[in-house]
């Protein structure tokens, strides 16, 4: 149990454009994601923290305008990066926390790669 | 705010020989502490927690970590290192006593096991 995807697994776009990243808890429900960033040979860097049905809490230094989170049900959340430029490119990772058991750890997807040109 | 450190980039164990991975941390009142395992472009795996109670939690694939409150620390343990064991190690924090859930990562050891 516990099992968190994320779509798409790699993806390289022209800079200028958006590009979207699902992030799915598939057998539970996620009442908490969290979007990270890894930078290559790095640690996690948090980018925003959002809760089911409300407005994502971003870290200081990090453009909401840039980075749109929605969080619109209890088992997806999504990250697009808007007008996306080459220092945009980046392992993008997202994690879920639930209720009860699942309330105290949080569950990683497997990470979207982002290449921009 | 909270902070983890994990002073070795790289630990380097025979097959077989036991292993330990270092971590500590600095959180205002008591932490939530957690390994994680990344494989190479592969999201985070969890491996173990510490939320109360016995200080020696028993984690996944053989690991073990011992909690010590007194030199805040929370070291990663096996008995026993499986060439496959060679991966990216995380430890992280978060506090137990406030609203705020997200972790605070090490900078990550990398285990290297040889056969």
């Known amino acids: 149990g516990a099992v968190v995807s994320q779509h798409p697994s790699r993806v390289i776009c022209k800079s200028g454009t958006s590009v979207k990243i699902e992030c799915r808890s598939l057998?539970?429900?996620?009442?908490?994601m969290f979007w990270y960033r890894q930078f290559p040979k790095q640690s996690l860097m948090l980018m925003a923290t959002s809760n089911e049905g409300s407005k994502a809490t971003y870290e200081q230094g990090v453009e909401k305008d840039k980075f749109l989170i929605n969080h619109a049900s209890l088992t997806l959340s999504t990250l697009t990066v808007t007008s996306a430029h080459p220092e945009d490119s980046s392992f993008y990772i997202c994690s879920a926390s639930g209720t009860g058991r699942r309330a105290d750890t949080q569950y990683f997807g497997p990470g979207t790669r982002l290449t921009v040109l | 705010a909270q902070s983890v450190a994990q002073p070795e980039d790289q630990v380097n164990v025979a097959e077989g020989n036991p292993l330990t991975v270092k971590c500590t941390y600095s959180v205002s009142g008591n932490p939530y502490l957690f390994w994680y395992v990344q494989y190479p472009n592969r999201g985070l795996q969890f491996l173990l927690k510490?939320?109360?109670?016995?200080?020696l939690v028993k984690g996944s694939y053989g690991f073990e970590a011992e909690f010590n409150k007194s030199q805040t620390s929370f070291h990663l343990k096996k008995p026993s290192a499986l060439v496959s064991d060679s991966a990216l190690y995380f430890c992280?924090?978060?506090?137990?006593?406030?609203?705020?859930?997200?972790?605070?990562f090490g900078s990550g050891t990398r285990l290297q096991v040889q056969p």
């Open positions: 510490y939320i109360t109670g016995d200080n």
């Open positions: 992280a924090v978060r506090p137990m006593d406030t609203g705020r859930r997200a972790l605070t």
């Open positions: 057998d539970f429900q996620a009442t908490t």
